[in-house]
T-cell receptor, first 112, second 110 residues
Framework: DTAVSQTPKYLVTQMGNDKSIKCEQNLGHDTMYWYKQDSKKFLKIMFSYNNKELIINETVPNRFSPKSPDKAHLNLHINSLELGDSAVYFC???????????FGPGTRLLVL | DAKTTQPPSMDCAEGRAANLPCNHSTISGNEYVYWYRQIHSQGPQYIIHGLKNNETNEMASLIITEDRKSSTLILPHATLRDTAVYYCIVGDQGAQKLVFGQGTRLTINP
């Protein structure tokens, strides 16, 4: 059983398009996260939600908008995609804030 | 910025113990040491964490020095599947985000 799943696994799109990445966790966790891993392999947190409320927003452009319809889902919508948005995006979840985080398999986004 | 320093790469022979060092000289009293690893093309995976006592689980052992300024992750019998980038992260238990550094790229050789 997949604990944290993301769709799609790969996403290739043109500059200027709008796209969404979905994340679901079946662990019953209260907190979910989005991380970005760039071409240099640095992993950086973007957002964190606890019980559907935004608790971390790490200087991410307004083009990125997370949405949490319920505790088990945290989706990432990106408007007006730019070349620099090309990266691997990881979703994660934890039981509560500050506890062990479980990561999804990643979504590889390529903007052409 | 990451509060830890790790060697960029290490090699270890299959079946041997892999000892990965981490320096965290500015760690404060309520901060834990966490270890995660990232196998190629996968998401990071939690390994172990500790505050000041040594810890052991089914994956690894964590040895923290008495002054808590450094630690060592030990994989007792490394296998080829342990080839990955290993991240040492410092944060308090209420930390709401993991700050990843560059990590150590561990290669297990047959």
């Amino acid at each position: 059983d997949t604990a944290v799943s993301q769709t799609p696994k790969y996403l290739v799109t043109q500059m200027g398009n709008d796209k969404s990445i979905k994340c679901e966790q079946n662990l019953g966790h209260d907190t979910m996260y989005w991380y970005k891993q760039d071409s240099k392999k640095f992993l950086k947190i973007m957002f964190s939600y606890n019980n559907k409320e935004l608790i971390i927003n790490e200087t991410v452009p307004n083009r990125f908008s997370p949405k949490s319809p319920d505790k088990a889902h945290l989706n990432l919508h990106i408007n007006s995609l730019e070349l620099g948005d090309s990266a691997v995006y990881f979703c994660a979840s934890s039981q509560n804030r500050g506890e062990t985080q479980y990561f999804g398999p990643g979504t590889r986004l390529l903007v052409l | 910025d990451a509060k830890t320093t790790q060697p960029p790469s290490m090699d270890c022979a299959e079946g041997r113990a892999a000892n990965l060092p981490c320096n965290h000289s500015t760690i404060s009293g309520n901060e834990y040491v966490y270890w995660y690893r990232q196998i190629h093309s996968q998401g990071p995976q939690y390994i172990i964490h500790g505050l000041k006592n040594n810890e052991t689980n089914e994956m690894a052992s964590l040895i923290i020095t008495e002054d808590r300024k450094s630690s060592t992750l030990i994989l007792p019998h490394a296998t080829l599947r342990d080839t990955a980038v290993y991240y040492c992260i410092v944060g308090d238990q209420g930390a709401q985000k993991l700050v990843f550094g560059q990590g150590t790229r561990l290669t297990i050789n047959p």
